[in-house]
């Protein structure tokens, strides 16, 4: 498996599927083996919650689910939209840089 170019808490815009053009949101949490990451408020699905004693109502809650990270673009504040990224080599540090704007996003 390749690196991932998205990180947790990254700002990206998504590029496919129903939930296209919904951006720039946050990145919750990613998944480098399934190549999957957790979007803010995209990809909402209702999760049924059993009566308990933490939950004594019991219900339903909307949680965010996965989709692949082929489906999201890292968001250029420069550009206000999405782009492409490269890793390169700067310092000793390898940083993401947005290919048609030059931002750097690991600072």
Known sequence: MGRMRIKRGDKVVVI???ERGTGP???L????ERRMVVVQGVNLRYKHIRKSQQNPQGGRIRKELPIHASNVMLWSEKLKKGVRVKIVEKEGRKIRV????GTEFDK
């Open 98 to 101: 947005g290919i048609p704007c």
């Open 29 to 32: 949490r990613v998944d480098p």
């Open 25 to 27: 949101v946050e990145v």
């Open 16 to 18: 496919a599927g129903k």
